[in-house]
Each structure stands twice: as C-alpha cells, then as structure tokens.
C-alpha cells in the first residue's frame, strides 16, 4: 500500500506559478510511475504529466507541455509538479497517483493508488 498527500494548490493569478508536492508513505517509490492528473468542474479526469521510477523519462499531455515540469525525489519519497505561466483553464482538482509499471500509463483506470486532491484555482 501507498499512501499519497498533495499539497502546494491555491489561487493564483494567471500568468503565475504553483508548486505542487505529492508526499508518499507506506513504501519506496523507486518502482513506482507516478503520474499528475486533474479534474475540472463537469469534465473527466485528465493526465497530465507522468514520471518512470529512475525519474529519467518523463511525459506530457500537449496542454501543459512547456510549463509544467514534473520531478520526483525518491530518497524523500515524493513527487513535485512545477506550474508555470498558468491560465484560468488549468483550474482543476490537482491529483497525484501511483502504479508498479515500467511505462507511464496516461489513463486514471490504470492507477492503483490515489491522493485526495488539491485545489488550483487560476484568475483572469
């Protein structure tokens, strides 16, 4: 089992920048990808970015790709999501999720394990 806490979610004015932070507990994440989603108002739970256990190889959804950057600390046993020159569209539930894989899934069913959320909330 794993246990996963956001946090770092806000208000923030667009054009801004956010730091979010998924702590881990009940075991190592070395083998773990570990993946960002989030979830607006009336929509489907989206990814947005993922990252395999050696924090190597990295991947995007096109909507973020150039602002956010993903990044994990396995020795801290924690992930991080850097939101730069954020927009009223990035407000969401920000979610961050766990699974023993060697690829990064980018759908929300293939997760096993899940924070409770943070809210990020981007003005015009």
């Known amino acids: 089992q794993v246990q996963l806490v956001e946090s770092g979610g806000g208000l923030v004015q667009a054009g801004g920048s956010l730091r979010l932070s998924c702590a881990t507990s009940g075991r190592t994440i070395i083998n773990y990808v570990m993946g960002w989603f989030r979830q607006a108002p009336g929509k489907e739970r989206e990814f947005i970015a993922g990252i395999r256990g050696s924090g190597v190889t990295t991947y995007y959804a096109d909507s973020v790709k150039g602002r956010f950057t993903i990044s994990r600390d396995n020795a801290k046993n924690a992930v991080y999501l850097q939101m730069n020159n954020l927009k009223p569209e990035d407000t969401a539930v920000y979610y961050c999720?766990?699974?023993?894989?060697?690829?990064?899934?980018?759908?929300?069913?293939?997760?096993?394990?899940w924070g409770q959320g943070t809210q990020v909330t981007v003005f015009s």
């Open positions: 999720a766990a699974k023993i894989a060697a690829s990064v899934p980018t759908t929300a069913a293939a997760y096993n394990y």
